[in-house]
């Protein structure tokens, strides 16, 4: 179990960009895969990005690709989630997951540990 902090959301125009952040609770954070996920008001939850241990393997959602970049600080107990070129399609709770695992997952059953969440919305 793990404790896990979004934050960074916000109000911003389409085209803007926002870096959120997931900040976690412990010193065994390197031991855990992340993955960002996002879910809209009556929608599902949709995988966004995933990201190993070390960082040194990611994988991004196709309506995110060349737009969103995850990345982790592990010595900070950190993972970012920088996204650029927003559309008003990226509206949503995005959340902060955390599996032990050596390996990313892009399914959200497979993560046991979740945040609170952070809102973000892309106006037009």
């Known amino acids: 179990q793990v404790q896990l902090i979004e934050s960074g959301g916000g109000l911003v125009q389409a085209g803007g960009s926002l870096r959120l952040s997931c900040e976690a609770s412990?010193?065994?954070?390197?031991?855990?895969?992340m993955g960002w996920f996002r879910q809209a008001p009556g929608k599902e939850r949709m995988f966004v990005a995933t990201?190993?241990?070390?960082?040194?393997?990611?994988y991004y959602g196709d309506s995110v690709k060349g737009r969103f970049t995850i990345s982790r600080d592990n010595a900070k107990n950190t993972m970012y989630l920088q996204m650029n070129s927003l559309k008003p399609e990226d509206t949503a709770i995005y959340y902060c997951?955390?599996?032990?695992?050596?390996?990313?997952?892009?399914?959200?059953?497979?993560?046991?540990?979740w945040g609170q969440g952070t809102q973000v919305t892309v106006s037009s």
């Open positions: 990201i190993n241990r070390s960082g040194s393997s990611i």
């Open positions: 412990g010193r065994t954070f390197s031991s855990y895969s």
């Open positions: 997951a955390a599996r032990q695992s050596p390996t990313y997952n892009t399914y959200a059953y497979r993560y046991d540990n």
